[in-house]
């Protein structure tokens, strides 16, 4: 495999090049947040890889992985021990303190099978140094249990809503508060739902103006953009 | 055209051949409904022609005809006059009495521009026996409005919900109500809805039980559904 | 796991807050139909634990889970014995007793593949207050397998109709009866189906009217609709 | 445009170059079939000459054009006056005589509407050397309708079945009858029909064998199929 | 399970209830082919309950089950041991003596991959009355290969065209021959061959006349149309 | 039309009922954003009307109507003359004075087709209570471009990049910004664009974390979301 | 509309800005290709002023507009007069002196209705810089046509290939060459061709290698790399 | 299996006949390219033979296999031993000694994910006859990656990009290249990637000149494509 053995690590500018895979040390500086380790599409053994190159050049401060499939979670566990935080229902290893938190996120869910995509983004908002509040299951099929959360939801400066199926409930939300909503479909649903395309359409179309839409199960996605907005707005 | 110029009408069983169509005048005693004619596809004329057969073989009752265009109102204004019904927004046309309304049906809309969709609901629930009750501008982005109504809901048999963009009014509604829902996706909105593709996967994936759906647009069919099940409640 | 370990259970008014869950108490008073547990995407002990739950508020009134997998029929049995009928063809558990019957469902299939689904309609039907009668394999391409069974169909209220392939099953039989056909597109059939789109689509354009549609492979929607009507004609 | 201008006509093996097209005159020879223009997408003066070379190397049998809009109509009209038939409603223009008949093809409709599909397979038909009988409006929700012409479709050799909408009478039709069916979605209903795809998808998944599927609207290629079908068996 | 456990079967007008299915023994007689079982969605005892009852009423003729996956070819082997011809790459079991085959059909294949679904329809071919053809692996990337076998195509009454990825093959073949040709697109490729999506569309799009379409893969469903017309033409 | 006839209003609480429309009065108290009227699907004459009563109940603050047609454009100068702001290339109109702009919007355009959809945004950002900056024409076909303009990009407290065809350039503007990337996919291109679809997947598929995506074409729900987020930052 | 009125051309580095168009004046230098005007979704005025610009900066050297509807090539023609070659067909207007050609290009199309986009790919050649010879109408229903231009596609150093409807054309050149082929869906066709999608999925799967694929009746595209391939094979 | 046995082989002229694969043994005369075995839905022994006849047949040019599961890798290995270079993670299998490389190709990736695909693009090149450099992990979030590697990729005589999600790389590079750029949309992604769907869209609409686009993995197609442009221009 000439041209991708992993050679000495050459520094470019802000670069560490690993031989496959070429790490962006410039991205906290640049944009704010560090980069993230996709562990999909990569072997156990280049995500410890990525992730203890990172860790190492990132002063401390927290760096994740998304997506870890369970042998990737067990090589994380074998190499970092107790200094990782590994989340098996929603994939997460997180190596190193995350920062003190700046500002608030609630992260919604309609059902409790959205649960895996919304422990997600309740992790990404603390590596992204904002603090997290999560609803769980708070679906439009029963009003009165949204009604009841209000509160909760207008102590947030973002609010992540999370759901499958007919992706009804960021409409309802967007309806009811002041601050940015960012729409997760997820998976979640059968049939004519078509793995996610059914929610993904209809928070599209949300009815409520105020709506923006990650891709499917992006978790990650929308907890990188609550935490910008909930970031910003602490710090006025 | 050999086969399909009208020549004089044979009457087969329950059949009446006008060479270009052949009208099944045993639906109603097969079905309780009388057959409709479908508009959209056939010349002014047609639908005049077949009109003006089905109420001869009708005893009275109303026939009604959906999804005409501007040239067919305006030949049935010609042909009929004061006997013929007209409704140009919801685009339909009813020669003849409609029957003593059995039951009642609630039609919602979740906004301004479902109204077609829902009036040609509401003129077919009336054609096919029973009462219909309009709810106009319903949708989920302000929950009070929907809210405010339940009462109208509740003394409904059946509930016919018309909603494009998200088609998230069905769920809600589902989870308030007793009665069947019969949802109708409408092709009102842009981009992702595709047409009415994004409410009819959501509809189709509604979180609440209760719920079916019919075709986008399909105020007719929505209407017959209604109307059966309201006639049937309102026998015992 | 901040905000979803389960701690005590914190009543808000017809809540019941399982930390994973949030169970709509309420929902038997609202609408006239128990809460159930849609076990795909929950863990076989999350599915234990809602039953138990619900069936704890039901008043001795059946409780339904469904769409369980191996594993969650597995445990069902193990932690509710001879308190649960468990049908592992329909994937269905029934905790507690199911009402007495009022008014009566049709439950009719296109071909064998489509008993799964059906079964599901069927177990639903009885769990939501009426009676089912299961009709099987009486699909198109033999007519006359339909048409011997025209006394059947015309003694129900309502008539579901599960079929996958072209889904023509619902527009010959919505030609047959009074009572509204709730069409089940299964994803029964291969290639240009498409998991079940085929069918689908083609019931959505069901050319009879009287028909409305619900998810692909969705027995138990079509269940509850088909229920709520029964019960709502046989009380009057 | 260099290359396109129409020079001397340069006779290939059996090929006639007009500039802009490229005549196959070995057509019919090597297939039984002469070559037919596709009016769609060509300007009326290039339908006018391509009619007029393919006439002039035919020895007098007919040729045909489809899907001529009105312009196209219009101009063959001017050109060739009462030597060309023209069917404003299936869009097509036949120059020349037809062939002696040999076998029979059905050509079946489903409803009002399908009409112009069935009218270009039945002159495509004649050209290609069937006869053909236009059985009109015979769709699924009224069965009686089909059944009373099963002795009609049993003298056929071959069987076209039209529809839009569900796509359900070739299903049907297959199951009566012992000769190939050949199907044609039509662009016939609206919504979900999504522009024939639902007839299309509906009749790839027929229940019945025996049936094979054109393109949407394609009146002609069922016509040259079911022709080539019907004067085989006749030639025995 | 009431209503669908295996009582005795009740014998209706030419139907077997076997209660998980009704056998449409007329069929035969109705259509000249017998019923087939489709083996995919039923249990390896289904499928062989269902063969021993039609073999039992078909007077010896050969009955054909398809798509039958390893434990089901396992199950026909142990059941009905020499009596069987069974196809572990086409995936067939035949029971019972083939008829006496009238007429030839030519099964062509664009590549190795698009074997499995031709040996389905060789051997449809044969249980349906009509000599198969195999030729295999002559895609038009080089067209010396099929411009080779022009002769045995000539030699058919009608000839079948299995083809995966671009699905160019149907349109140079028809372009080639005087028969019907029925094309077959396979599920082989990958990407943008969407699972025969790429192909079907083609094939449906095909630039030469005389070609009609079946599902995916559906090898059986091409070989029971292909069987018809060389049977007819055969009897003439 | 019985039941949508203008009546006289009836004021619910926070709902003024026009008979076609209810509008949402409690909207600007409740989520900090007044009522938008979407003009696609109403009447000049409704959009008039809606637009002078929710003037008539804003206390002066600026009104939007998005997505109006040329009629419905020289209805509100007819009917508002110099009190309403009309842009015919972004389709608004603003009747009353936009807000005292707090904090800052940049809106990108990848090409010059982008700028009706942009325009719409930044209009949407001045009555929604922020201040827009409009950088035109800085697609990734020249790097430079978009380079070029970095610090303008720093200054804005949210950026919206509307980009149709690859709509590539929201993953490049979020690697090098530091706040929320809003991304509108565009209905500019052909082809394989699908109308939008083609930028709506890949800016759903960002490989730059901090973006999210609004509908297609959806300037508006854009600059809603961007200017919540600046107006929040604005106020700490 | 401010920020957008066209005030005096602010020079950027190697851009020149509009106002409504920012023109990247080193495109020729950094690719070898100079920027062309997509005259879709421009007005007449724009692409005008944009020519004019771009001839500006060219150095005699031809710019070129594309997709150029009928008022465009009204006000090209006003406009420039004989300094410009507009071409009706293709769509496009060519402003100043074509190159010196190096290398060949051959330009194929399978039908007559494929012209339009074949004489963009022709003029799109010639401005960048190589020559083009168009060979019209060879679609594989017909075989021997293409087989007789043989040792034309020999002497091309590059082959576009233009096709609708199944796209067979490219995978049949592609194996009779020793060029890359570059394969140029169209939009011709109906139904199941879907606006070109049958072929351009066709194409990506064909099964001859060398051949890549543009965007569906992008011409223009096709004739950028083909040129490119020309120019520097002819270079060495 | 009558028909697909492997007899002896039959040499037609230039075509070598395994019975169940027929060897195209002139396509390199006749296109420059050997025949390539897409072992993807052959057996593992199949593979074998095909590579075993095609090497006796090429006078010691290497020959390729590409995606080969693990069975067929192992099968190659006990087959071939030392005589076949075999890449895991590409998953290819290469038999002979590759020629001596004419010109040079640059293959990109987007990210580290992307690394089979472009593997087997690069082997491709080389058993193509050019020279592949591999450039890994440069997608467009951080642009200054793409931009330190400009002096590699103007060294290339054409660029082959590799890139799922966004499939934005490809537009950027083409922007600041001369030669063409060969985009392979991968699988990479997730959810609105739908397979691949996401990136080929966007490539296929890339907004910079020059980029053609195959099928989604194709590693193997670009190498083809690529490695005949390298070829042509290094031979002038």
Same mark, same amino acid.
């Given at each position: 495999?000439?041209?991708?053995?992993?050679?000495?690590?050459?520094?470019?500018?802000?670069? =560490?090049? =690993?031989?496959?895979?070429?790490?962006?040390?410039?991205? !906290?500086?640049?944009?704010?947040?560090?980069?993230?380790?996709?562990?999909?599409?990569?072997?156990?053994?280049?995500?410890?890889?990525?992730?203890?190159?990172?860790?190492?050049?990132?002063?401390? *401060?927290?760096?994740? /992985?998304?997506?870890?499939?369970?042998?990737?979670? /067990?090589?994380?566990?074998?190499?970092?021990?107790?200094?990782?935080?590994?989340?098996?229902?929603? *994939?997460?290893?997180?190596?190193?303190?995350?920062?003190?938190?700046?500002?608030?996120?609630?992260?919604?869910?309609?059902?409790?099978?959205? =649960?895996?995509?919304? !422990?997600?983004?309740?992790?990404?908002?603390?590596?992204?140094?904002?603090?997290?509040?999560?609803?769980?299951?708070?679906?439009? /099929?029963?009003?009165?249990?949204?009604?009841?959360?209000?509160?909760?939801?207008?102590?947030?400066?973002?609010?992540?809503? %999370?759901?499958?199926?007919?992706?009804?409930?960021?409409?309802?939300?967007?309806?009811?508060?002041?601050?940015?909503?960012?729409?997760?479909?997820?998976?979640?649903?059968?049939?004519?739902?078509?793995?996610?395309?059914?929610?993904? !359409?209809?928070? !599209?179309?949300?009815?409520?103006?105020?709506?923006? %839409?990650?891709?499917?199960?992006?978790?990650?996605?929308?907890? %990188?953009?609550?935490?910008?907005?909930?970031?910003?707005?602490?710090?006025?």
């Amino acid at each position: 495999m000439a041209g991708v053995s992993p050679t000495e690590p050459r520094p470019l500018a802000q670069t =560490l090049d =690993l031989g496959f895979a070429r790490l962006d040390l410039g991205r !906290l500086a640049r944009t704010g947040d560090p980069e993230t380790v996709l562990a999909a599409g990569k072997s156990p053994d280049e995500v410890v890889a990525i992730l203890r190159e990172l860790a190492a050049h990132s002063q401390g *401060r927290a760096v994740l /992985a998304t997506r870890c499939a369970d042998g990737t979670l /067990a090589a994380c566990r074998a190499a970092f021990g107790e200094r990782a935080v590994i989340d098996g229902r929603g *994939r997460t290893v997180v190596l190193g303190a995350v920062p003190q938190p700046l500002g608030a996120v609630a992260v919604v869910t309609a059902g409790t099978s959205d =649960l895996p995509v919304a !422990l997600e983004a309740v992790t990404t908002v603390g590596v992204h140094g904002s603090a997290a509040d999560l609803v769980v299951d708070v679906g439009v /099929a029963g009003l009165h249990r949204i009604l009841a959360e209000q509160e909760r939801l207008a102590r947030a400066d973002a609010v992540v809503v %999370v759901a499958g199926m007919d992706g009804a409930l960021p409409s309802v939300v967007a309806g009811l508060v002041r601050t940015p909503v960012i729409a997760v479909p997820t998976s979640v649903g059968y049939g004519a739902a078509f793995g996610g395309l059914a929610p993904l !359409l209809a928070m !599209l179309s949300a009815c409520a103006p105020g709506v923006s %839409v990650v891709n499917i199960d992006n978790g990650f996605g929308a907890g %990188v953009t609550a935490a910008r907005i909930a970031r910003a707005v602490a710090r006025g």
